[in-house]
């Protein structure tokens, strides 16, 4: 089992940048694949970005390509996004997921493929 704590989620004008961070519990953090989704007010939940537990294979919504990246430190349990030129429709709670598996490459871009969830941070982007 895992738990997951984000951090760094904030207030920001559009065209700034933010990082998250989401710290993960245990010792076998890179037996994970991980993936990043948000949810705004009054909208469903969304995939925004997925890792592999090796940090090798990656991928991005369509909205964020180009403006975030996604990338984990195994070596201190920790999953990052670096969100840059962000914009007002970026205002979401964010969170991080983790999911076990084999797969050293696999990505999963769907919600229902994880297993557990952070309580989410706050990212605001005011226009």
């Known amino acids: 089992q895992v738990q997951l704590v984000e951090s760094g989620g904030g207030l920001v004008q559009a065209g700034g940048s933010l990082r998250l961070s989401c710290a993960a519990s245990g010792r076998t953090f890179n037996k994970y694949a991980m993936g990043w989704f948000r949810q705004a007010p009054g909208k469903e939940r969304e995939f925004v970005s997925a890792i592999s537990r090796s940090g090798d294979t990656s991928d991005y919504a369509d909205s964020v390509k180009g403006r975030f990246t996604i990338s984990r430190d195994n070596a201190k349990n920790t999953l990052y996004l670096q969100m840059n030129s962000l914009k007002p429709e970026d205002t979401a709670v964010y969170y991080c997921?983790?999911?076990?598996?084999?797969?050293?490459?696999?990505?999963?871009?769907?919600?229902?493929?994880?297993?557990?969830w952070g309580q989410g941070t706050q990212v605001t982007v005011s226009s």
């Open positions: 997921a983790a999911t076990f598996t084999s797969g050293p490459v696999v990505v999963f871009t769907t919600g229902s493929h994880y297993d557990y």
